[in-house]
């Protein structure tokens, strides 16, 4: 009877998604980390990274490829002479984390960490990962703490990655406060371009929000939490139909929370659109006005 | 049956012998010796049956008698051969004899008396040369000339009798060499032509005149007698006369008639030839011996008559020899040699002309020698040659002995120093008498293998030669008498050498022998064997060193330990040598194959089998394939003695750790735990470091199962306590940081009655707690609440979390008062100013009183109830203002409730600040301390639609990795 109950705790603790957003960043000079992550390289970026100079590089480019398996594959093929090397291990963790393999994951990381710890190296780069995996296990606090000391090399990965913590618990100030200093960086990264939007979305600052949403490329405007996001600014900003458009147009999404939230918010846009036509109809009503033809 | 017939024969052969010391008439005579005597017996029966005889009879009787005599001396003649020499000696051979005598004498006395009794008996004659022929025969010839006379004396004129007593007195004085009377008998005998024995008689005459040197009158009769003999009316002398003539021809000095008659009356003279060069060379008369010779040998070759022309030549060498005509004799030799070559000489040709041949070799053969020692050094080298030569006829001619003409050929040279010439026949003739048993074959190789040996100790040969020499030399000296003590010495040097000029096989062959037959000369032979494996290792021949190795290990020869473990580690290295050349120009693929071959080759020990498995497991792991390189691994270990695994063991260790390096965690944990089983007992390196991997690579490997069981081993194998510790402590964190709940549960039933780690499950399953109550998981949540309740009751929880507890409690209880609150003021139909202050001051009292034990629990610092305190704080002042702001006395003046509401607004707004400050404090404390909570939410401005809506920001989803990749 225990184990019965037990291993239904099992199914519902694994049974999580852990999809990432698809964001393909075409150009280097619109991905504020360009040099320091992949992990939002378009495919036709990622295709010249295959050919990299760098074997591991050109090997953890498949892995982003979603190809773990040729991935580790070639990072396998070049382990010898890479064992003393922090970031050969980095790339194998990082294969890992993106297979959702995260035991294999953490193990790596702490390799390429304890690798660059007996040189008496910092890898700050092992360290953001952890955080990932910790992240990514709810050890919110300790994910915090990796990309905090991480940070301090200088990188800005962690920071990028504090910046969506502290969003995703509602710490706007200092959210705002790392949204600014990264936009101050690269104001074209659509990441940071929709961390403020949010903020002051969640701020209720829905105008400058909207105008957040404005500068993000067309092309992601269809991103499921994007779309999502910015239609609940359009909903407040009274623009029922522009926020149905919008949610309309987002992409399909298996991520739970979002579907819900777009669930919640059609209903609500729906809502509205039923009032305001109700409305017209009552003061077309009253002022003897037939709808226009196009109507 | 057979038995008993053989029992009897020899009963019968025993009886003879038995009886033998008295002489027993045989009768054993022949049918012919019965019948006579039988006719004899007969014809004397009747005749004396007559009674009174007459004279005629009475010879008649003498005849018989004689006759009888015949028969008897036949009949005695036989006992005497057959009897014992002893009875010969002791009777005397007269004994033997007595009867026959007592009737040749009884004869005698008849006769005398017959020609007494009748003296003018007209047979008188008969009866004296009946006499003479019995004192021929039996009477030892002493009165036959006498009674012959007498007969000639009585006998009638023309009686053939007289003829018949001529002959016999002619053959009489023949035998007593009166030639020149037996001639005068012959003439007279001869002029009877009518006579069938014409011939006979013509024959004992011409060398009745040979005797008197009548040559020609002999020769003449000689020849009458060969043409007479022609006609088959007369007895044929015709081989006596052949045979005589050449007696007659040389004495009468008539060689060239010789020569003439024998080919002009024989179609094959060459017999009669030969019989006449050897009368002119006994005679010595060269010319005339080498004309015959000459002759003889164009007949035989003109006939084709092999036989003969070997006679001829065998004569030829007799003959030049006692000329001492040594280069004819040397020709006839290399002649002869020929011959023998064409068609093989008869035995007994052989053995005259070996005779021979070996009797004039000697001869020489002393005389090179005692020419040299003459002449200080120098020696006749063509009699040397010549010597040299007749050997070699001689091996030709009677090749058994080949391997002695061959050993006198080396000796000879050996004699005037010429040693390398000697070698070649010394060796010639080991060889030709290679398959010859018994003494006299064994004593010459002795003798030629002493000589040899002598003679490579003199002479300078070339090394090479020399070496070659000295192999043949030794080779036969130990193949011979293997058990020797010479040999004994041998064995080495020859297997030193053999091995220097790479003859490992003959080497061998010799070792062999040696172990065989010196079993007890072990250390030698270890030294040997030494040597070979040397050179085993210089030629790289692993399959011979395996081999051997393969015998060491078996207990041969009893070599130590470390010298087979030397030997097996050369061995591994000649065998690896190659591969790991591929390895180094890269070919990998290759290097495997080769050790993947060496490890399935039956012919290779364990050891190597077990370092090839290892290598190619090795090789595999470093082209990244876990999984060959795992299974080549596992087949070394069943292979490698557990010595050698142990010192491999760091090494296996490094490979296990290199599986995980390489991903492969799963087998990184199976050799780890293979190995930590098998050292399980035994102090050894790295154990600590197997043991964590067993455990901690399975559980990487998502194998909570094996990494549970594994963990086991520690306790069993002697992991130190506090290593096994800490590994489990680390697995309860893990599984719990992983969320591993249904493991982490089943870990913790199989530990929990275990103090030490009472502290890691409980802090784990408080975080547990609290990040499911906070969370959507109500069930993991109850069950970890029923553990910690249960030891709450046992006052086992940790200080800080039992005032977290109480905490909690409280802020329950606080939350459910707050809740129960209801911030109502009272409705009129009049607006009651009294009970209305009484209500207003009731729900600020309570205001006040949550504020306080909300503010309380504030203090407490626990993160979550002071912000959801703070939240519940926050709310009630808002609904506290908006129930005061809110309100409209009913029933009242425009005035009054304008003043009433003025009044309250002042009220409502303190209350709203205060809410506000709730926010504000929370947020402080929540910016302050790094809060990240979803309760956050509660203190955003547009917390209310965001829970409306559910909107979660998607954090984890837009994280980003750091690679430091890419676009640089």
């Known amino acids: 009877m225990k184990m019965m109950f037990l291993l239904t705790l099992f199914v519902l603790v694994t049974s999580c998604s852990t999809h990432r957003l698809d964001t393909q960043i075409e150009k280097s000079d619109s991905d504020i980390l360009s040099g320091e992550s992949m992990l939002r390289y378009s495919e036709n970026r990622l295709e010249r990274i295959e050919k990299h100079k760098n074997p591991l590089i050109a090997a953890v480019s498949h892995c982003y490829q979603k190809d773990y398996k040729e991935g580790l594959d070639q990072l396998k093929k070049n382990l010898q002479g890479n064992i003393e090397n922090p970031s050969y291990w980095n790339h194998v963790g990082t294969c890992y984390y993106l297979e959702d393999k995260l035991e294999k994951a953490e193990y790596y990381f702490n390799l390429a960490l304890s690798t660059a710890k007996k040189q008496k190296k910092k890898f700050s780069v092992a360290e953001n990962n952890l955080g990932l995996v910790q992240l990514r296990l709810r050890h919110y606090d300790k994910a915090l703490d990796f990309f905090k000391s991480a940070e301090k090399s200088g990188i800005l990965t962690p920071k990028f990655n504090k910046l969506q913590l502290y969003l995703q618990f509602g710490q706007l100030t200092k959210a705002k406060e790392l949204a600014y200093e990264l936009e101050g960086i690269n104001s074209k990264d659509v990441d940071v371009i929709v961390a403020l939007a949010t903020i002051y979305m969640l701020e209720g600052n829905y105008k400058t929000s909207e105008n957040y949403f404005k500068r993000i490329p067309v092309q992601f405007l269809d991103r499921e939490d994007i779309s999502g996001a910015y239609a609940i600014v359009q909903y407040h900003l009274g623009k029922y139909e522009e926020a149905r458009l919008t949610l309309q147009k987002g992409q399909y999404t298996q991520i739970s929370t979002i579907k819900n939230m777009r669930k919640n918010l059609k209903l609500l846009i729906e809502r509205e659109l039923e009032r305001l036509k109700e409305e017209q109809d009552a003061k077309r009503l009253k002022t003897g006005k037939r709808g226009s033809r196009a109507g | ?968």
């Open chain 2, 1 to 968: 049956m057979k038995v008993i017939i053989l029992f009897t024969l020899f009963t019968f052969s025993t009886g003879i012998l038995a009886q033998s010391k008295t002489p027993v008439r045989n009768d054993k005579m022949s049918e012919r010796w019965h019948t006579l005597n039988k006719l004899i017996n007969q014809e004397t029966k009747t005749i004396k049956s007559i009674g009174r005889l007459g004279p005629k009879l009475q010879h008649r009787l003498l005849e018989l008698n004689s006759e009888r005599i015949k028969l008897l001396k036949e009949q005695e003649n036989q006992v005497f051969l057959s009897s014992p020499k002893s009875l010969i000696k002791q009777k005397g051979k007269a004994w033997f004899f007595r009867k026959s005598m007592a009737l040749f004498k009884q004869v005698r006395n008849d006769g005398h008396k017959l020609i007494n009794q009748f003296p003018r008996f007209r047979h008188k004659a008969g009866i004296f040369y009946t006499l003479a022929l019995n004192e021929r025969d039996y009477g030892g010839d002493k009165k036959t000339e006498f009674y012959l006379l007498k007969v000639l004396q009585h006998a009638k004129k023309g009686d053939k009798i007289i003829h018949h007593a001529k002959t016999s007195l002619a053959e009489y004085h023949y035998n007593k060499k009166n030639y020149k009377t037996a001639i005068s008998y012959y003439n007279d005998v001869v002029k009877n032509t009518k006579d069938d024995w014409y011939t006979k008689h013509l024959y004992n005459q011409a060398w009745c005149l040979l005797k008197e040197r009548q040559y020609d009158r002999g020769i003449e009769n000689l020849r009458t007698a060969f043409e007479y003999s022609k006609n088959p009316n007369y007895v044929s002398v015709k081989d006596q006369v052949l045979e005589a003539f050449a007696v007659f021809f040389v004495h009468g000095n008539q060689i060239s008639e010789g020569i003439s008659f024998y080919l002009g009356n024989l179609k094959d003279p060459t017999d009669y030839l030969i019989s006449m060069a050897r009368k002119t060379a006994n005679k010595g008369l060269f010319k005339e011996t080498r004309d015959i010779i000459s002759a003889s040998l164009g007949k035989a070759r003109e006939l084709e008559l092999h036989s003969k022309e070997i006679d001829i030549r065998l004569l030829e060498l007799e003959i030049y020899r006692n000329f001492k005509k040594f280069d004819l004799h040397f020709e006839t030799s290399v002649a002869l040699q020929e011959l023998q070559r064409k068609k093989a000489l008869s035995p007994e040709q052989r053995d005259d002309a070996t005779n021979k041949l070996k009797s004039l070799v000697n001869y020489l053969q002393v005389r090179v020698t005692k020419n040299r020692k003459a002449s200080g050094g120098d020696y006749d080298k063509k009699m040397m040659n010549e010597v040299i030569s007749y050997f070699d006829i001689l091996s030709t001619i009677d090749e058994e002995n080949k391997d002695s003409y061959n050993f006198f050929s080396g000796e000879t040279h050996f004699a005037v120093g010429n040693y390398k010439e000697a070698a070649d026949f010394y060796k010639s003739s080991i060889e030709d008498g290679m398959n010859k048993k018994g003494k006299k074959a064994d004593d010459l190789r002795r003798k030629t293998l002493n000589s040899f040996l002598a003679t490579l100790g003199k002479s300078d040969f070339d090394k090479k030669q020399g070496d070659e020499y000295t192999i043949f030399a030794y080779e036969n000296h130990i193949k011979f008498w293997p058990k020797d003590e010479k040999s004994r010495k041998i064995y080495v040097k020859l297997y030193n050498l053999q091995l220097d000029k790479g003859k490992v096989d003959e080497a061998l062959v010799t070792f062999n022998l040696y172990n065989k037959t010196y079993k007890q000369d072990a250390e030698i032979q270890r030294g040997m064997i030494t040597h070979l494996m040397d050179f085993y290792i210089k030629s790289k021949n692993s399959v011979a060193l395996a081999q051997w190795i393969e015998k060491f290990e078996k207990g041969f020869l009893g070599f130590k330990r470390d010298y087979v473990e030397k030997a097996l580690a050369i061995l591994g290295q000649i065998l690896f040598d190659e591969y790991e050349a591929y390895e180094k120009s890269g070919k990998k693929d290759l290097a495997i194959k080769g050790y993947e071959g060496l490890y399935k080759d039956e012919r290779y020990p364990d050891k190597i089998k077990a370092q090839s498995a290892y290598n190619a497991s090795v090789l595999y792991l470093e082209m990244a394939d876990t999984e060959k390189s795992y299974e080549w691994v596992k087949s070394s270990m069943q292979k490698h003695q557990y010595s050698d695994l142990e010192k491999l063991l760091p090494k296996l260790a490094g490979m296990s750790e290199r599986y995980a390096f390489l991903q492969d965690f799963k087998r990184s944990a199976l050799l780890s735990k293979t190995l930590l089983a098998k050292f399980c007992k035994n102090q050894v390196e790295r154990k600590s470091d197997l043991y964590i991997s067993a455990v901690h690579h399975h559980l990487m490997d998502g194998d909570y199962r094996s990494a549970a069981q594994n963990t086991k081993l520690g306790t069993a194998c002697g992991i130190d306590s506090k290593e096994v510790e800490k590994l489990n402590k680390q697995i309860i964190g893990h599984l719990a940081s992983h969320r591993h709940y249904r493991e982490f549960f089943d870990f913790y039933n199989k530990h929990k009655s275990e103090e030490i780690y009472f502290d890691t499950f409980s802090a784990h399953l408080i975080n547990i707690y609290w990040d499911t109550k906070f969370t959507s998981n109500p069930k993991l949540h109850k069950s970890v609440s029923v553990i910690l309740m249960n030891w709450k009751k046992q006052n086992k929880l940790p200080e800080v979390f039992t005032k977290n507890l109480e905490f909690m409690e409280q802020y329950n209880q606080f939350e459910k008062l707050v809740k129960g609150i209801n911030f109502e003021l009272p409705k009129f139909k009049k607006f009651d100013q009294e009970k209305f202050n009484q209500a207003l001051e009731q729900n600020l009292t309570l205001l006040q009183s949550i504020t306080k034990d909300g503010e309380a629990l504030i203090k407490q610092g626990h993160k979550e109830m002071t912000l959801l305190t703070y939240s519940l704080l926050e709310k009630q002042y808002q609904r506290m203002a908006k129930a005061i702001e809110t309100y409209t006395p009913a029933g009242m003046p425009v005035e009054f409730v304008t003043g009433f509401k003025k009044h309250m607004g002042q009220l409502s707004g303190n209350l709203k600040e205060k809410s506000v400050s709730y926010n504000s404090g929370a947020r402080t404390v929540i910016e302050k301390n790094d809060i990240l909570s979803f309760n956050n939410f509660k203190f955003i401005k547009t917390h209310q639609f965001v829970e409306k809506v559910k909107y979660r920001y998607p954090a984890s989803r837009l994280v980003s990795t750091a690679d430091l990749g890419g676009d640089q």
